[in-house]
């Protein structure tokens, strides 16, 4: 059976796919590939690639996702399968990246914990009972990296490279996957990819933003099994 590859958002580890790690592992090799180490998306898809089975089943979530458009633009015979969620597939735009240095700056200065507090986590999750916990993880996933990760992570978002002429070149099975309410990466970066690839599948989690994963585990995780097993 093909095994799983997981790459996390940024700032997020393997409690990211918590729910789906536990479901899908329980039949196939379900590996979490880091993505921390590097300040380029190039970088950090050839160390995926150089620690990743010989093929494999590829899935990424925001970060993760950009990194996984990387890893197949340099290996595409290595990539069985294909999941991007809430995601983008182009290069940062000038008034994104004009907030990264600001970010930088207040993290560099003992700032992680705020910047995650004040400038992003408020963007990710849609309000309701399960919210307060996964903020929660999601402050525990960031401080446990730390500012450094949080540094490299900013550089290779910023300077990220447009994927698009990537996509349309990709011919595997392909699941689009975001939550309805996403802002951070909304529904019309997910029909772009979907135009793109050829066959791809896109599915839109009702009450769920940016994060699905947590915030509606079952969904998520029902359609990653039918992704995997088509």
């Keep these: 059976m093909t095994p799983l590859v997981l790459l996390p958002g940024m700032m997020c580890d393997g409690r990211l796919f918590g729910p789906q ?3 899908i592992g329980l039949n196939r090799a ?4 880091p993505i921390s180490g590097h300040e380029t998306v190039e970088a950090l898809a050839a160390e995926v690639l150089a620690n990743a089975p010989p093929r494999f089943a590829l899935a990424g979530l925001s970060m993760g996702g950009i990194v996984a458009m990387e890893v197949i633009r340099q290996a595409p015979e290595r990539v069985e399968r294909l999941a991007l969620l809430d995601t983008n597939p182009r290069a940062e735009l000038p008034e994104a990246q004009a907030r990264r240095g600001p970010q930088m ?3 560099k ?3 992680l914990r705020q910047v995650m507090r004040d400038e992003l986590k408020p963007n990710y999750l849609i309000d309701g009972p399960r919210k307060p916990a996964i903020l929660d993880t999601c402050m525990a996933m960031a401080t446990d990296l730390g500012p450094e ?3 490299r992570q900013s550089i290779a978002l910023r300077d990220r490279p447009d994927q698009q002429d990537t996509l349309r070149a ?4 392909t699941l689009i996957l975001m939550g309805a309410e996403d802002r951070l990466c909304p529904r019309d970066r997910h029909d772009l990819m979907h135009s793109l690839i050829p066959g791809s599948r896109l599915e839109i989690v009702e009450d769920a933003a940016h994060m699905p994963t947590l915030e509606q585990p079952d969904k998520t995780t029902a359609a990653l099994i039918r992704w995997l097993e088509d």
């Design 149 to 151: 990760v949080f540094l």
């Design 21 to 23: 790690i536990a479901a």
């Design 170 to 173: 990709v011919r595997v099975p």
């Design 109 to 111: 200065a003992g700032g």
């Design 30 to 33: 379900v590996h979490l590939a």
């Design 105 to 107: 700056e207040k993290v």
